[in-house]
């Protein structure tokens, strides 16, 4: 189903991502209907001239095109099949897009309840999702991306169509399974520097400035050389999830992938004490030795 340009859009879950993406839709002149489950993330929102909605099926009422930005395939389930949510009174009529990183298998299943489904692998971060300068990696039929495009184009940089449903997540998936060990590796460098004697924020900035740093190592070095991983870019917790769904994807193919199972260990570890809410930078900090005793 096309579009038309005066239809509202639904963006379901108000997280770092989606309340980004709801922000530029309304800078754009779109009407907006948004749900969260937690409601006080929308006042701002709300302000801008967003429909606030109590219930994910209340939030898609009307509307021809669907964005759902959730943190995980529990979370998009909740959604789309709990009581009240955007299934919940029937099938789907418009273009539901996925911008959740969940295990693409999911996402094909999604495509058994509503005719018009795509999955989309969002590179950047908060301030991109709200100045429009994303970029999207989307998984599809041709027709049902055509359908989208021109809401996708609103929303980034670039749009690639990548091919069928479940590939825009599997892009997502390496990326960050790029991104979780180069931040590793990072982090691990930092640690043997000042473990050597050297000035960590020193070598931190060499690194960043070097041709042996990308982008967003450059970005993540001051996070480490600050020590600072409150109100995150990215949590530390979803990049645990999105590393062990990239090695589950490893193991279903036959491959042995040491350095994505390695940061997987890592970063479960990190998670497990207590860092899940942090920035992902904060990994940095399980690598740190304990003093005295496990027992």
């Known amino acids: 189903m096309t579009r038309r340009a005066n239809d509202p859009v639904a963006v379901l879950g108000l997280g770092t991502m989606g309340a980004g993406l709801a922000a530029r839709l309304l800078d754009q002149g779109v009407p907006v209907r948004v749900w969260n489950r937690t409601a006080d993330r929308a006042g701002a929102l709300a302000e801008a001239g967003a429909f606030v909605a109590l219930h994910p099926a209340d939030a898609v009422a009307g509307t021809r095109a669907a964005i759902c930005a959730v943190t995980d395939g529990e979370a998009l389930s909740a959604v789309l099949r709990g009581p009240d949510g955007a299934l ?15 295990a693409p298998e999911e996402v094909v299943q999604i495509a058994g309840d509503v005719p018009s489904v795509l999955d989309v692998g969002m590179l950047g971060n908060r301030d991109h999702a709200r ?7 989307v998984g599809g039929e041709e027709p049902v991306f055509e359908a989208g ?13 990548l091919g069928a449903l479940g590939s825009g997540m599997r892009m997502k ?8 060990i180069e931040v590793q590796a990072l982090a691990e460098a930092g ?3 000042a473990a050597s004697g050297l000035d960590r ?10 041709g042996f740093a990308s982008p967003v190592m450059a970005f993540k070095s001051r996070r480490l ?6 109100e995150p870019d990215f949590r530390l917790r979803l990049m645990t999830k999105d590393l062990m769904l990239a090695s589950k994807q490893a193991a279903a193919a ?11 260990e890592t970063h479960v570890r990190a998670t497990e004490q207590g860092l899940g809410d942090q920035d992902c930078a904060a990994v940095a900090r399980a690598l740190t030795p304990r003093t005295g005793s496990d027992t």
């Open 173 to 180: 998936l390496l990326l960050n399974l790029l991104m979780g």
């Open 88 to 102: 919940a009174r029937g099938t789907y009529p418009g273009v539901l897009i996925c911008a959740s990183t969940v």
């Open 254 to 264: 036959g491959l042995s992938l040491p350095l994505a199972t390695a940061a997987a």
């Open 191 to 193: 640690e043997l520097a």
């Open 131 to 137: 100045d429009g300068e994303l970029r999207l990696f």
């Open 149 to 161: 495009r021109p809401l996708l184009r609103m929303l980034s940089k670039e749009v690639v169509h």
């Open 225 to 230: 050389a600050s020590g600072r991983f409150e």
């Open 201 to 210: 924020q020193l070598v931190l900035r060499t690194i960043a400035g070097s």
